[in-house]
């Protein structure tokens, strides 16, 4: 079966500093995967998604970037990070022809 | 962009009874799907209506879908402490992209 992992779970992070968060997939080849914010008591923000190694997507122009390194794992990254940037991040693959996406746990980031 | 809108914003109910929560879009869709949230946790899908459909029964769950009103219903029957979560529709908007409403939150208290 398949599965997906997000590390950390929480992070708290001063103003200015970096941010890499990690998203893997197992049990699945050439997901599509995507990365959403979503802000206290809000819906969820498309940032990126990705339909293959190298394929980035950005839906919102913003502090953050990511990358798809290798075709399970997707990566959200900042070089300097904004109060704006907390918030719940998820991260979430579907088969490359299904419309149901699948939701890792989630990162709590805040921004102090 | 177009986002889904559920109302009412929060439910209060009892458990056993059944709570009903709608979704309004604005855009012409292939299908929409409802997806439930517990507190601080990634989401869940629940069931995935398509736009030739009506009606969608999912054990206690229950989708309805009206093309022309562009609303969609969830109704979730004998309500139990465990469906308290927050629930959400989302709908595709230019193939990719899936556009989440900010969702009802459902308080079941026993």
């Known amino acids: 079966s398949q599965t997906i992992h997000q590390w950390p779970a929480t992070l708290v992070q001063p103003v200015g500093s970096p941010l890499s968060l990690e998203c893997t997939v197992e049990g699945t080849s050439n997901p599509n995967l995507y990365w959403y914010r979503q802000a206290a008591g809000r819906g969820l923000q498309l940032l990126f998604y990705?339909?293959?190694?190298?394929?980035i997507s950005s839906e919102v122009p913003q502090n953050l970037s990511a990358s798809r390194p290798q075709d399970r794992q997707f990566i959200l990254s900042s070089k300097k990070l904004l109060l704006s940037d907390s918030g719940f991040y998820l991260c979430?693959?579907?088969?490359?022809?299904?419309?149901?996406?699948?939701f890792g746990p989630g990162t709590r980031l805040t921004v102090t | 962009s177009q986002q889904g809108e559920e109302d009412p914003q929060a439910l209060s109910i009892q458990e056993g009874e059944n709570a009903t929560m709608n979704c309004s879009y604005k855009?012409?869709?292939?299908?929409l799907q409802w997806y439930r949230q517990n507190s601080g946790r990634g989401l869940v899908h629940l069931i995935l209506?398509?736009?030739?459909?009506r009606e969608k029964h999912s054990g206690r769950l229950r989708v309805t879908l009206d093309t022309s009103k562009k609303s969609s219903s969830l109704l979730i029957t004998a309500s139990r402490a465990a469906d308290t979560a927050s629930y959400f529709c989302a709908y595709y908007q230019a193939g990719t992209a899936l556009i989440f409403g900010k969702g009802t939150t459902l308080s079941v208290s026993s």
């Open positions: 979430a693959w579907s088969e490359y022809n299904s419309y149901e996406q699948y």
């Open positions: 209506i398509r736009s030739n459909e």
């Open positions: 855009t012409s869709i292939n299908n």
């Open positions: 990705s339909v293959g190694i190298g394929q």
